[in-house]
Antibody
Framework: QVQLQESGPGLVKPSQTLSLTCTVSGASISSSGYYWSWIRQHPGKGLDWIGNIYYSGSTYYNPSLESRLAISVDTSKNQFSLKLRFLTAADTAVYYC????????????WGQGTLVTVSS | QSALTQPASVSGSPGQSITISCTGTSSYVGTYNLVSWYQQEPGKAPKLMIHEVSKRPSGVSNRFSGSKSGNTASLTISGLQAEDEADYYCCSYASTNIYVFGTGTKVTVL
């Protein structure tokens, strides 16, 4: 059974950098044909795709976040990570990591999500 | 990129069928058969219900079906049950290697 688990701080100060990690179990992050995505959901709002990464390190980012965003992968730990810089209150959201079926373009497994609050 | 447009809410009585629409543009929804649908219960992560417009993953009830016409995709829930009450989101892949989600629809079982 594929499982994803987000980890990181629940509270971050404005202007700082958010660092989140997603640990994958039950599947290899190096499996061909799968991308690994970050998706967020502002409180009471809809879902927003943040970006994704392939095990080779190739990334695609949401243009609205691209200037502040970096996604990386650590195949030795079966993890991928997100760094989002220059945080504001507008970045307060539940952050999900998800597995993405490449070529078919859907998210078949999701983490439980982690709430990140940006506040001083 | 703007979010795909969904009705804010749809309701139905047990046993009825309801349809949720998801309207995009030719860049999203219209060009590719790459629309997926997700069910989200309160406080939980989204769950894949339909992919590639009309394909149902293993384990998802056959009461859920998807279709597409032009720039609008649809999710139909037949034989509505109390357990179907949740938020539903459509999602489309775009040729620019990004994804766009719908605005979300709250389904209420009367």
């Amino acid at each position: 059974q594929v499982q994803l688990q987000e980890s990181g701080p629940g509270l971050v100060k404005p202007s700082q950098t958010l660092s989140l990690t997603c640990t994958v179990s039950g599947a290899s992050i190096s499996s061909s044909g799968y991308y690994w995505s970050w998706i967020r959901q502002h409180p009471g709002k809809g879902l927003d795709w943040i970006g994704n990464i392939y095990y080779s390190g190739s990334t695609y980012y949401n243009p609205s976040l691209e200037s502040r965003l970096a996604i990386s992968v650590d195949t030795s730990k079966n993890q991928f990570s997100l760094k989002l810089r220059f945080l504001t209150a507008a970045d307060t959201a539940v952050y999900y990591c998800a597995r993405e079926k490449g070529g078919d373009y859907y998210f078949d497994y999701w983490g439980q999500g982690t709430l990140v609050t940006v506040s001083s | 990129q703007s979010a795909l447009t969904q009705p804010a809410s749809v309701s139905g009585s047990p046993g009825q069928s309801i349809t949720i629409s998801c309207t995009g543009t030719s860049s999203y929804v219209g060009t590719y058969n790459l629309v997926s649908w997700y069910q989200q219960e309160p406080g939980k992560a989204p769950k894949l219900m339909i992919h590639e417009v009309s394909k149902r993953p293993s384990g998802v009830s056959n009461r859920f079906s998807g279709s597409k016409s032009g720039n609008t995709a649809s999710l139909t829930i037949s034989g509505l049950q109390a357990e179907d009450e949740a938020d539903y989101y459509c999602c489309s892949y775009a040729s620019t290697n990004i994804y766009v989600f719908g605005t979300g629809t709250k389904v209420t079982v009367l």
